[in-house]
């Protein structure tokens, strides 16, 4: 591909860009013994996008053929002042994650019988006459993308391949007309290794042990009470009570105004530092340019309970007159890059987690986090618990089902008063404006001493 001979398309408004996509996907589906659904996908787009000021003018289209870009070209950039061509050698910094086993290169069938033999091994357990079903989706993804940014001053251009795999299980098991349903992912910016070191028939038993030990549980009690969130429980706390909330897009159209001008102020006790970090090896949310061009970098947000910065990409970093950080993301070709999340985390402390659960006279242990919903303006939360324990004079008592955490994400993080030394991740898919991005996000053992527990 001769890139340098895209480059006098791009030379319009303030700046500009030209994204290119090749990706194949396969998802597969098995459930109740079979498999239900097989999605395979190729695809390859291109997309064109100037930015005049505080305009933006996007389009994009199949494949990459220069009529077709400069015929989209002319379209969006009607009425844009025009530069020189600035001097570019035709260079593509080159960048590939570490991989062992590239997914592509495993046979469907081979996929195919790791979720069958995942399957039946749950299928074999004692219990496993209270399941009522199981299902496992198995997904990988080659995404190879290739990005010529230009501006008056230069152009530079990246190309990267990111691999994903994952695996999720869910398991629903019935007792006595009470339903109870538990989920175990794992996932990352890696390739088929996953499967290898992520024993798929471990992760099923995990999702079938926590629904069997929901069905006995009782009710968890409604009321406040201190809450210990364990490392395990991943940072879905961090993610959805701050760090959306952290994205400049959202500071900037007024609907994060716990965070908008607070810079320097305190917004979370002195125990809490908070930073998103993109550079790390092969975590889920890990790029090394962001999907405008933009060389990642670990993002320092909250610091001792300062504010520190938000996630911006290059649209908001101007208006802010700033540099972006690395943070615009974008779901594929088809889509504008927006500030996103990537690997989002509470740093870690130095508490002993067992000694931060022997400090609870009462509460509540969170040892799995469910779904939820967040305000973004209030910042108030509501987040199920899949798996919380009640604890007594320090120990853990019982297996609670039911619960749920209501509270508001900035006091929570006033509040927060043990920071243990450990950390826990999780993965996930993070949706936002109608795209979705791989995320992970992470936290240590942490103690909110006054929370409101949803029950029963």
Sequence with gaps: MNWKSFLPLLCYGDASELYYEEAMGLVISYEDGKVDEIESGHSRGTSLRYLAEEETRFGHGNGIRLDRC????????????????????????????????????????????????????????????????????????????????VQPQGARAFAEERIYTSLAVTVVAEKDGIIQTATEVVGALTGFELIDRCDPKAVAETALRRALKKLEAPNAPAGEMCVILSSEAGGTMIHEAIGHSLEADGIQKGISPAFAGKIGDTVASEKITVYDDPTLPNRRGSFVFDDEGTKSERTVLVEKGILKNYLYDILTAKRHKKNSNGHGRRESYSHKPIPRMSNTMIASGTEDPQMILNSVENGLLVKRMGGGQVNPVTSDFVFEVEEGYLIENGKIKTLVRGASLLGNGPEVLKSIDLVGNDLGWGVGTCGKEGQGVPVSDAQPTLRIPKLLIGGQ
């Design 70 to 149: 400069d015929s989209l070209s002319k379209d969006l950039r009607k009425g844009l002042r025009s530069f020189d061509i600035p001097p570019w050698n035709g260079t593509i910094e080159r960048h590939q994650h570490a991989i062992i086993k590239n997914p592509w290169t495993i046979a469907l069938d081979e996929k195919i019988k790791i979720l069958e033999a995942a399957d039946s091994h749950c299928r074999s357990l004692k219990g496993s006459e209270y399941i009522r079903q199981i299902s496992l989706t198995y997904v990988d993804r080659v995404k190879n993308i290739t990005c010529l940014s």
